[in-house]
T-cell receptor
Framework: GAGVSQSPRYKVTKRGQDVALRCDPI?????LYWYRQALGQGPEFLTY????????KSGLPNDRFSAERPEGSISTLTIQRTEQRDSAMYRC????????????FGQGTRLTVV | QQQVKQSPQSLIVQKGGISIINCAYE??????FPWYQQFPGKGPALLIA?????SEKKEGRFTISFNKSAKQFSLHIMDSQPGDSATYFC?????????????FGRGTQLTVWP
């Protein structure tokens, strides 16, 4: 596609439910990143993929969070047993290659846990 | 711990004036310093970036000034326009070790009055 596509745009879930957030990067982009952005804050790194390999997951807050990119394209960020503190904007970005070259961000998924 | 500190949190400038946003960092391994612009409801978009081998980079009305010894960099927007009203994020990365991971500042909300 023309840009990074994320779905759903908005997700409201009850505490304790699992959610899956999807990211479709720009075609041909090797690197894919997940960030979380709280209101009034800058994006905070969660995890990073090069092709299908998860290169860095040090930003994932705890083991309820996981991510995969099985075919090196679309990625899914899964949050199990959601808690209210998980409420935030989740942003995906992609770039042509690693090394912090220009990262293109999607519009994000606004997650609200009630 | 905030790796990149950004100020001010908000900035109001008259049309035609100069907007200046400052950032500071501690990690001397950082070697890539981008600025992102974010409009409401949109993802951050790369505006301009600099590497530490130069002290200044200019693109149109936007200039990054970089002071390696002080570990500071700033964004200057000349002849500010109402269309520049947005949130601006500085960021930094160590492309050698942390590859795609960007560390963002907390953002500056710029308002340009006509």
């Amino acid at each position: 596609g023309a840009g990074v596509s994320q779905s759903p745009r908005y997700k409201v879930t009850k505490r304790g439910q699992d959610v899956a957030l999807r990211c479709d990067p720009i075609s041909g982009h090797v690197s894919l990143y997940w960030y979380r952005q709280a209101l009034g804050q800058g994006p905070e790194f969660l995890t990073y993929f090069n092709y299908e390999a998860q290169q860095d997951k040090s930003g994932l807050p705890n083991d309820r969070f996981s991510a995969e990119r099985p075919e090196g394209s679309i990625s899914t960020l899964t949050i199990q047993r959601t808690e209210q503190r998980d409420s935030a904007m989740y942003r995906c970005a992609s770039s042509l290659g690693g090394g912090a070259t220009e990262a293109f961000f999607g519009q994000g998924t606004r997650l609200t846990v009630v | 711990q905030q790796q990149v500190k950004q100020s001010p949190q908000s900035l109001i400038v008259q049309k035609g004036g100069i907007s200046i946003i400052n950032c500071a960092y501690e990690n001397t391994a950082f070697d890539y310093f981008p600025w992102y612009q974010q409009f409401p409801g949109k993802g951050p978009a790369l505006l301009i970036a600099i590497r530490p081998d130069v002290s200044e980079k200019k693109e149109g009305r936007f200039t990054i000034s970089f002071n390696k010894s002080a570990k500071q960099f700033s964004l200057h927007i000349m002849d500010s326009q109402p269309g520049d009203s947005a949130t601006y994020f500085c960021a930094a990365a160590d492309r050698g070790s942390t590859l795609g991971r960007l560390y963002f500042g907390r953002g500056t909300q710029l308002t340009v009055w006509p």
